[in-house]
């Protein structure tokens, strides 16, 4: 994908970060919605988004085939013509970009070819280079800086082997729970080093809940939860401040292609952060609603997790208050108030995502680097704020009240909020006759 396609793609991608974990443990009717895809585009536009491979740059690059996102320019160097696009890609070089992708398109519509056995266009092995350029540039910053936390990024950044084994060693040594949450985050490749033991980012912080959270999805669900409500005090699991620092790192003030490729560089260390297994701590919670003890504990951790700073988490806490706090609840007003400020901000979320796609699929060629620098400086502050306080500040400046944005949100639910207990299917379903 180039141009307008692969932007598209990947900030829509980005907003949708959150579904993919939505996934992993809603229930087959649960109403709790993940923020929805943009309005439908025409069909040269939503073909990016339709492959299965993620369009965002991989940064666990460990086997000997690049991904195509982050492959490395031609050896041979670059043409005339390339050069000429890289030294005026504000203008010049959009410009050819977008004669590239129209002439692959009328390609793929003549031959039926598959997108995958295209070959790779001038501006395609552009972006790879400042890609490559400016993720060896944040890397390189935070191996010299010596600490332990940022040799731990860089290692999860670079991603191959050789530094998936450092950052494992790194986790063994440290006694820092972030080294530990990331080296979790990139575990060996085969036997190529050992990983190390899950278990050991709770020794380190008892009381961080997703210290705990990071080990489910084994049979002892019902021993973590009780870990989780008795002794975690906080829910902390590191994507802010690894976004913080590379926010930090983002250096390209001016619009170009350095500013382009942080910004897909940025949006896929967001999309490509592994989510907790938090379906088994649903199902486990939803089984002790007749246990008391238990209940307290899914409780706390409901409560711990609406301390979340990203979107997905606020969810889980109200998909299990959903199970656990029944209408004659004392808590019950209070987790109204948070459903509501919750639906409020995911369609929020999801007015801002329409928006920017169609920012990119109705921008003329050469206004790429200007709708660019506009996402950059959105996305660098989504980093510095973290997800939900990004969306509370969205929600504030665009004028709309919490309760006509909850009320959108809740219009594909029949105006249910999302602690109402899902519809069955056979009285939602049309009878036929």
């Known amino acids: 994908m180039t141009g307008k396609h ?19 443990w809603r229930e087959p009717q649960d109403p709790m919605p993940p923020p929805q895809a943009p309005a439908p ?65 009328a390609r793929q519509i003549r031959d039926t070819a598959d997108e995958a056995a295209e070959d790779t266009g001038e501006a395609e092995l552009l972006m790879a280079q400042a890609r490559e350029q400016v993720l060896a540039f944040w890397i390189s910053v935070l191996r010299d800086r010596k600490d332990l936390r940022s040799q731990a990024i860089a290692d999860y950044l670079a991603g191959d082997t050789p ?47 997703m210290a705990w959270m990071a080990q489910t999805g084994t049979e002892q669900t019902a021993y973590l939860i009780e870990r989780m409500g008795r002794e975690a005090q906080r829910s902390e699991d590191y994507l802010l401040p690894l976004s913080q620092a590379l926010a930090e790192l983002s250096v ?48 706390r951790i409901a409560q711990l997790m609406w301390g979340s700073s990203h979107l997905l988490g606020r969810g889980l806490a109200l998909a299990l208050a959903r199970r656990l706090v029944p209408p004659t609840h004392d808590q ?76 959108r949100n809740r219009a594909s639910r029949d105006g249910r909020s999302l602690l109402d207990s899902p519809v069955p299917a056979s009285a939602a379903a049309p009878s036929g006759r």
């Open 41 to 105: 585009r025409p069909a040269a536009a939503s073909r990016a988004s339709a492959p299965a491979p993620q369009p965002l740059p991989s940064f666990a690059r460990s086997t000997p085939a690049p991904s195509p996102l982050l492959a490395a320019p031609r050896p041979d160097g670059l043409t005339p013509r390339a050069r000429r696009m890289r030294e005026d890609w504000c203008g010049y070089g959009l410009q050819e970009a977008h004669k590239e992708e129209q002439q692959r398109e």
């Open 163 to 209: 530094s998936r084994a450092h950052l494992q060693d790194l986790a063994r040594r440290s006694t820092d729970p972030m080294v530990t949450a990331l080296a979790l985050q990139r575990p060996c490749k085969g036997q190529a080093c050992t990983a190390v033991d899950k278990a050991q980012w709770a020794r380190l912080e008892p009381d961080n809940l």
């Open 332 to 407: 019950r007003p209070e987790w109204e108030r948070r459903a509501l400020r919750y639906e409020a901000l995911v369609q929020a979320e999801m007015d801002r995502s329409q928006a920017q796609a169609e920012r990119w699929a109705h921008r003329l060629p050469q206004e790429g680097c200007r709708v660019a620098a506009f996402d950059h400086a959105e996305l660098r502050k989504r980093m510095r704020l973290g997800e939900w306080a990004f969306a509370q500040d969205f929600q504030a400046a665009s004028g709309d009240s919490l309760e006509v944005l909850a009320l």
């Open 252 to 299: 390209a003030t001016t619009p170009g292609l350095r500013q382009m490729a942080e910004l897909e560089l940025m949006a896929g260390v967001l999309a490509s952060w592994n989510l907790p297994a938090m379906r088994p701590v649903l199902d486990g919670c939803q089984a002790a609603r007749t246990q008391p003890a238990m209940a307290t504990h899914c409780e």
């Open 6 to 24: 692969r932007w598209i793609a990947a900030l829509a991608l980005l907003v949708l970060g959150s579904s993919l974990g939505w996934r992993q």
